[in-house]
């Protein structure tokens, strides 16, 4: 739908340039907005893949094994019915501290990855678990600690200042987070969701 929109918002705006004479100006913000697009891209993915990299050494050394047990009151604390061995725990970690990074597209991966797993242990697969619910809620709110992208996006445009977004973004993403995750467990209590740890699906579990 989002597209049929902005393609009726670009088909009009050439439309109408015909008819005030401003073609030529409409033709030269688009070439210079390409040019612009394409510029920024770059400068994002070198900054994506600098973090991505972090991750991975993380991951071949075994660090990211001893970030899962220091994040781990948190990891309990936000998926309490899932087991200490649960192997979606590694990526709910990984994803977890690519948000908090700012690294939002980092973290796609990594969600999707416990999202598969959760879903190996759903006991109702054909609705979504109390963790699913819960790695939907922290991706879409995005608690960040360090807004990577978007200090990146402010140097880029030289900004005199590209890190004072750092308080702010820290306090509308922790209130959104704290926001959704209120109303998700509210939620989730009043439906009676499953949860991707019950001791009732053990046995799928370990068939695995």
Known sequence: MIHKIWMGLFTVGIIYSFFNGTISEVNNAILSGAQEAINLVIYLAGIMVFWTGVLQVANHSKMLDVLCKVLAPVTRFLYPKLRADHPALKYLTTNMVSNLLGL????T????????????TNPDPSKPSFEMYTLLVMNTAGFTIIPTTIIGVRHMYHSTNPSEVFLPI???????????????????????????????????????
């Open 109 to 120: 991966p990594t969600g999707l990855k416990a999202m598969k797993e959760l879903q190996a």
């Open 104 to 107: 939002g597209s980092a973290a």
């Open 170 to 208: 820290l306090f509308a993403s922790g209130i959104t987070t704290i926001g959704g995750l209120i109303i998700h467990n509210i939620y989730s209590r009043m439906k009676r969701i499953p949860s991707s740890g019950d001791k009732t699906i053990a046995k799928r579990y370990e068939r695995r």
